[in-house]
């Protein structure tokens, strides 16, 4: 009896052990979200291997490893090299989440997941002015971002693809007449309320606070042409990434289009520095 019970208590304290020294998903989740923002793509890549080992069965892995070369697009717009490789994990995150519905159709981490790929893969297309295509992919991620949050109604981070989707549809027909036709067959937008889904998610989401912060900064640059909204959310992420080129950059551009040019001069004069220094994407 006493040998059952030593082989009993080691086997406890082994298993003990073993989940102690499991990292959690929330920590290796933000933790290779923060190397994303910071430019350590490959610091990155290690931390959502480790998630794709730990939590095999979990589409978190792939999409944030796709997120990777989403922000490696993000580093140099105008350069279409990463394309392909992107919409090839797009691809793969889609089939994985695919396979988790077929069991079980009301997944949330796989709606969830599935609808946030599309949408980015939709995001790639807008920035690509493949409008047709975005707005289609518009259309299939909304409703499965929709019934995730049906499902899971305090998931904040949802905001964001309700909140990009919103604006989007109700800003760029007026931008692109060309898009107009289309969007007849696809749900309306609602500007205001899209800004303030993208608020909440800037606020208050849980991984999505910093992509939201990003989509607004654009978003009040490009087309509400409102600076100081756009430079509140750039001065956050420039606090909290201050070596993000692409955050650095907006920065000294906004400050330029209010003819802040001390401000402007000192910004982009930092941004040689680190180009210098050579600095991961600068």
């Not at 988790?100 to 946030?116: M, Q, R, T, W, Y």
Request: charged share 30%; hydrophobic share 40%; net charge neutral.
């Amino acid at each position: 009896m006493k040998l059952i019970s030593l082989i009993v208590f080691t086997t406890l304290i082994l298993f003990q052990i073993s989940v102690l020294s499991k990292p959690s998903y929330d920590s290796l989740v933000k933790a290779g979200i923060n190397q994303i923002y910071s430019i350590k793509f490959t610091e990155a890549e290690k931390t959502f291997l480790i998630l794709q080992k730990e939590y095999p069965k979990h589409p978190a892995g792939k999409f944030f490893f796709a997120m990777i070369d989403w922000w490696r697009i993000i580093l140099s717009e105008e350069n279409e090299e990463q394309d392909e490789r992107f919409y090839e994990k797009i691809e793969e995150t889609v089939d994985f989440c695919d396979a988790i519905l077929d069991k079980d159709p009301n997944n949330v981490d796989a709606l969830f997941f599935k609808g946030g790929a599309i949408g980015f893969r939709g995001r790639l297309r807008v920035m690509r002015e493949s409008w047709f295509a975005a707005a289609d992919d518009g259309r299939e991620a909304l409703p499965l971002v929709e019934t995730a949050s049906k499902l899971d109604p305090n998931n904040v981070d949802v905001k964001l693809g309700f909140g990009i989707y919103n604006y989007l549809a109700a800003v760029i027909p007026d931008k692109y007449p060309v898009v107009k036709p289309v969007m007849m067959f696809f749900p309306s937008g609602n500007k205001e309320k899209g800004l303030g889904q993208l608020k909440e998610a800037a606020s208050t989401g849980k991984y999505s606070r910093y992509e939201a912060r990003y989509i607004l900064l654009t978003f009040y640059y490009y087309f509400e042409n409102d600076m100081n909204s756009a430079e509140l959310y750039t001065r956050q992420l420039v606090d909290s990434f201050p070596d993000n080129p692409v955050f650095e950059r907006w920065r000294g551009r906004i400050a330029a289009r209010k003819a802040d040019w001390d401000t402007a001069d000192s910004i982009f004069r930092n941004v040689l520095k680190k180009a210098e220094k050579k600095l991961e994407g600068y």
